[in-house]
Structure formats: C-alpha cells, structure tokens
C-alpha cells in the first residue's frame, strides 16, 4: 500500500471535479459503441438542458491538436543513478517514472530530456542507447522528437521505444499512426510476438496505433494484439531499433515483458 491519502482527498487537494453515483455500464455501453468523444461534467440544482450541454460538449477543443508533448516533458535534462558503467538518454515525452527505475537498476546511468532536444545533443553523452519513452496526443504533433530520431537512426545509435515511442519510431522510419475508435486501456491486453506462438499479457494505455501496413520494407511487426489486431510493435530487420506500444516496466500490471529491456541492453552493449 503505498496511497498516503484518498482519491477523494486528492482531488479536492488539486481541485478537480469528481462524480459519483453515475451507471457505469450504461456510459461504458456508449463509449464502446461510438468510440472515445468529449463530454461535460454539469452541476445544477435544477434540470438541466440536455441541449445547451450538448453545444458545450461539440464546442470543446480537441486536445490532440495540441502538442501534448511539450507540455508533460521535463524542462531540463536530468540524470539518474550517475557514475553507472553504462548510460542510456531517455527522451522524455511524458516518461513514466517505473521505466527509470527499471533501468537504473539495471546498473544504467539515465540521461533524461526534454522531448525536442536535437540529435546532436543527445549525441553529445555518447549514450550506449536511447529510450523514446511513452506520453500523451497525437505522435504527429511530436516533430522535433520525430526528427531527432530520424537523425539517431542514421547514426546508428540503437534505439527503444515505449508506447508512444512506438508510434515517433514508426514516423520517424516513414510509417503511419491513426487514431484507434477506443483506445487500449486496462493491465491484461494480450500481445502476440511475431514467429513465435508466445502470448504474453501487457499493460497499456494510448487511443493511437501504428498502420503496420504503411511499415517500409526493411521494418516488421513485432507483436500484435489478440483482441483486435492492431499493432503492438515494430522492429528494424537489420538494425538495432525496437519499439513496443505496451509498457515493459510493469508498473502497474504484468512483468511478462520487463525482459525486453534486458534485450535491448544487451544489444546496445
């Protein structure tokens, strides 16, 4: 248990609204049917207008069309566990904090920056790897990281990434994202590995996807959900670039994957 206060007492805390009371399942049956779409939590001590709430709800902004990106990184580079034999460069688009831990005790020195840091500087700290880490939106708005990527591939430098680091890989090598109807959002997804018949249960939660279809020649699926096919990895036939739309680091949920950043360790050297 590691909670120091409720969920009750966190939003109040924080000011954000919360509601209770409401039939779940029927506002699951909604959302399952139309996909994920905008809507207004209204308070009034009379009836409401179910018109005037509908008007509010069409005229929100789309907060995909924002660079979600720049808004969650760090502001300045950071680095964990210093003096470790070997260091990695995490760029950070919204990193979670168990895929630091889960390198740094791995004997990892972590270099961690912000999402539109250039190539040239991440190259600078001669990293054995870099990590293109999760965060929100949509990956398209993320040009700087999707550039500076592209710029490493070309240096060769081996490269994971997690969530939407899967999506920025697959733009930077010249692939597609889309938006999914629903999105992935729970700890028991099943993922397929490509050739292989080994299922392994992994913890998600993103709305885009890779169009493995618009994947160029020398790239390939990796993993693949069970429940609805779409992508859940890619690799590079040759070279040492990897990248999962699933979270490796088990926290929360399954550890059937944590080995995948043993494997890129031990390809980055």
């Not at 004997?107 to 600078?124: G, M, Q």
């Not at 700290?125 to 591939?153: C, E, K, Q, W, Y």
Request: proline share 7%; net charge positive; glycine share 8%.
């Amino acid at each position: 248990m590691t909670s120091k206060k409720t969920l009750d007492e966190w939003l109040r805390e924080h000011a954000i609204p919360g509601i209770a009371g409401v039939d779940t399942r029927a506002l699951t049956k909604k959302l399952r049917a139309h996909g994920v779409m905008p809507g207004v939590l209204a308070v009034s001590d009379g009836p409401l207008n179910p018109r005037g709430i509908r008007a509010q709800a069409l005229g929100l902004p789309d907060p995909n069309a924002r660079d979600l990106v720049a808004e969650v990184t760090t502001p300045e580079i950071r680095i964990t566990n210093p003096g470790a034999r070997r260091s990695v460069v995490v760029i950070d688009c919204g990193v979670k904090q168990g895929i630091i831990r889960s390198l740094s005790r791995r004997d990892v020195s972590v270099i961690r920056v912000p999402a539109a840091t250039e190539a040239a500087c991440i190259l600078s700290f001669a990293p054995r790897g870099v990590v293109v880490s999760n965060g929100p939106g949509d990956p398209r708005r993320a040009a700087a990281t999707i550039a500076a990527v592209r710029r490493l591939m070309r240096e060769n430098v081996p490269i994971f990434g997690i969530c939407l680091g899967n999506q920025i890989l697959a733009l930077a090598a010249g692939a597609e994202t889309y938006k999914l109807k629903f999105g992935h959002r729970s700890q028991n997804q099943p993922c397929l590995e490509e050739g292989t018949e080994r299922c392994y249960i992994t913890s998600q939660n993103h709305g885009y996807a890779v169009d493995q279809k618009s994947l160029p020649r020398d790239w390939a699926p990796w993993f693949t959900n069970a429940n609805d096919g779409t992508n859940e990895g890619i690799r590079h036939c040759r070279r040492p670039f990897w990248s999962v739309q699933f979270h490796p680091e088990a926290c929360p949920g399954p550890t059937d994957t944590e080995f995948l950043f043993d494997r890129f360790l031990e390809a980055a050297g």
